[in-house]
Each structure stands twice: as C-alpha cells, then as structure tokens.
C-alpha cells in the first residue's frame, strides 16, 4: 500500500513529461489530505504533459480531498490509451474510475473501468470532470459496477455487456456499439494491446506478451481469482 498527503500514486505522486507503458499497480493508495487537491490515483496522482499506455490499476483509492482516480488523480496535456481500472475510487469532488479531472489538451482512447466509484460532487464512472479542451473516445465505464449511471465522459454500459463482447467493434451485446476502433490499438512492435476471450470475459490487456486479465471485473486478476468468471462470488470470496 502506498500513503501520503496530496501527489499521491503507487508508481509516482507526479509525473512531468513522461512515458510510462506496460506498467500496472495493485494494493492501496490513500491520501490524508483533508483540504484542497489530493491529486491522488491507483498509479499515478498528478500526470502532466505526458502519456500512459498498456497499463493498468487494481485495488483501491482513497482520499477525503478532491481530484481522485482509479488510474490517474488530475490529467492535463497527457495522453492515456489501452489502459484500465477495476479500483475503486473514493473521494471528495471531481472523482473519477479513470481519471478525476481531465485537464487542457488531455485523452483518453480505448480504455474502461469497472471498479466502484464514490464521492461528494463532479464524480463519474470514467472521468469525474473534464475540461473543454479535452477528448475521450471508444471508451466505456460498468454503470452497475462503479455505481455511476453518469460520467463527464465516455459510455456507459452493464458490466455484462462489457463482458459480453468477444470481439473490437461488437454490435450485438449492447444497444451502443462496444470496443469500436480497438483492434488498431497496437504497441510498438505492433502487436495488439487488446485480447478478447469468450463471451463471459472482459477484454485483456497484453504487457510484454502476457494476457492480463479481470475477466469478471471485480477487481481480482484471473491469476489471482478462484471465482474469474463470478463477479458476486469473487467479491464474497
């Protein structure tokens, strides 16, 4: 677990011009700052003119101050695509599953969340507030799940849906087209940054050619899950 005051992150409290990929964070995060920003998140709290791909969190985020994530606290001038978080986040204001406020010139693209999400003011599945500059596209948040029927971005859907498709650009399982564009979604080498598996499995995510998988969505990797296919099971086990 980490802890701190504000800047808080399992990878980094603050990052400034940089690239982090195939990189992935599970366990606690917690901020005590009970004033102004806590700018705190599963991997990272402050991302600044900087990009996050093929990356993900589990676990847990906590703060009582605001700008509160699953993945990043307060985005601004970064990029984030291929990444996902099934922590769950909790906060004061702008509190997001991703991210908890998307600042000037900041993405998102290719991405979900499923981990539960809470807070007083500004709080979304995906992303808790966004700046006008700001882009989110093909991305998608658990409405059941994170208990958020609203985001300041992205689309909604059942965490069955999400499960349900077996394949990029899914038309059957939800009213909305699902996973659009994700097939072109590759890394460097380029091989593809997204697995799907069966039709009771949320997408993978490969790091370094190994297939990380939440199949259920509950926050427990398959790895780590006696229960990878039972969301209320695993949750009780």
Known sequence: SVEGSHYVGALAGRVEGGVITASYATGAVKSHRTSYPAYTGGLVGSLSDSAI??????????????????????????????????????????????????????????SFTTGFVSGKNYVGGLTGSRFSSTTVSDS?????????????????????????????????CAETDLFVGWADSVDAAGNPNWVFGEDNQLPGLSLNGVVHHDSDG???????????????VSLDS
């Open 53 to 110: 791909t093929a990356s993900y969190t589990t676990g847990s985020v906590s703060a009582t101050g605001d700008r509160v994530g699953g993945l990043v606290g307060y985005a601004i001038g970064s990029s984030l695509e291929a990444v996902f978080s099934a922590a769950a986040a909790t906060g004061g204001s702008y509190v997001g599953g991703l991210v908890g406020t998307q600042g000037d010139g900041s993405s998102i693209e290719r």
């Open 140 to 172: 998608y948040w658990a409405t059941d799940a994170s208990g958020q029927a609203d985001s300041s971005g992205g689309t909604g859907a059942l965490l069955s849906e999400l499960r349900c498709a077996t394949a990029a650009d899914d038309s059957a």
């Open 218 to 232: 509950d926050g427990a990797m398959d790895v780590d899950d006696d229960f990878p296919f039972n969301y209320a």
